[in-house]
């Protein structure tokens, strides 16, 4: 299948308050952004018309903007009207919902003061970010050289463009190996994440899964938390040291894109994709489309 590259989708885009055709919606190069990372943006779903925790995702865009110091010229209540608005347009039942927001071309260098903050909001339909057979089978992780930085060198815990350089370097360098992605250590060598996705690991009936003081607290992390203690799971949240790796015998990872993928390979060392794991992939399936 060849691959539409994605200026080239049908639709409408939603881009500082007009609702422009889908090959409208272009930035000039002199773009703060483009230069500096000023950029923050989210991921989300819809699932039978309706955005997945979609209020979540609006709070965590502004407060990832705060976090980068860039004004937002739209509240959260506004976002979400925004967002009901590109879906209504894209009349899609299940897609993906991108909300973007950089620093224009009014100023250009370092210092941003002069810049607005511009928006926009892209729906077009996504299936599984990895495929339903490779997903129930498990993904292959390959440990990243490239470690999650210390919350006193970025804003870890924005959802901001910059955190993704290492992402895609790492990503690459799995795939170039045979893996579906890689597993970051922090900056202390503890597990951290996958490169868009958490992770957590099961031993027995706990879930142990990495405290998230360098990385984001996913959405579907917390989701998936409460859906473990409902089914009966103790989630330990902690450190988790790379050696203790071999000791668990489920391993997953959660994210919008993501959803709850089981993981069936960790560098040399193999998972078991558990009963439980399978009831939570399903249990999660089953209530974004409740
Ligand atoms: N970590 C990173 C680096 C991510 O990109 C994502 C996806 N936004 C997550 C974790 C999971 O976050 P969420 O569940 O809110 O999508």
């Known amino acids: ?63 990832s903007a705060e976090m980068l110091g860039m004004d937002m010229p739209y509240n959260v209540d506004q976002i979400e009207q925004i967002k009901r608005e590109t879906a209504d347009i894209q009349g899609l039942d299940d897609a993906y919902v991108r909300v973007v927001a950089w620093r224009g071309s009014e100023q250009m260098g370092i210092s941003a003061q002069a810049t607005k903050t511009h928006m926009a909001c892209a729906i077009w339909a996504w299936p599984s970010y990895f495929a339903m057979e490779a997903r129930l089978k498990g993904i292959k992780l390959q440990t990243s050289r490239w470690k999650r930085p210390s919350p006193d060198t970025i804003p870890c815990h924005a959802k901001a463009a910059g955190l993704y350089m290492i992402c895609t370097l790492s990503k690459h360098e799995a795939e170039a190996q045979g893996f579906d992605d890689a597993l970051m250590h922090d900056y202390r060598g503890y597990v951290a994440e996958a490169t868009g996705a958490n992770i957590f690991f099961q031993d027995g009936k706990k879930l142990h899964t990495p ?80």
Not at 14 to 27: C, L, N
């Open 1 to 63: 299948m060849a691959l539409v590259p994605f200026d080239k989708l049908q639709g409408k885009i939603w881009m500082d308050g007009e609702v422009v055709d889908w090959s409208d919606a272009r930035i000039h190069v002199l773009s703060h952004g483009l230069h500096y990372g000023s950029v923050v943006f989210e991921g989300e779903r819809i699932y039978n018309g309706k955005i997945f925790q979609s209020r979540a995702h609006s709070e965590r865009l502004v407060r």
């Open 211 to 290: 405290t998230p003081d360098c990385f984001l607290n996913g959405i579907t992390r917390q989701t998936v938390i409460k859906m473990a203690q409902d089914h009966g799971l103790e989630i330990v949240e902690r450190h988790i040291k790379p050696e203790e790796i071999p000791d668990f015998e489920g391993c997953f990872i959660t994210g919008s894109a993501a959803e709850v993928t089981p993981v069936s390979i960790i560098d040399e060392h193999q998972f078991v994709v558990t009963d439980d794991i399978k009831a939570l992939l399903t249990g999660y399936d089953q209530l974004v489309r409740a």
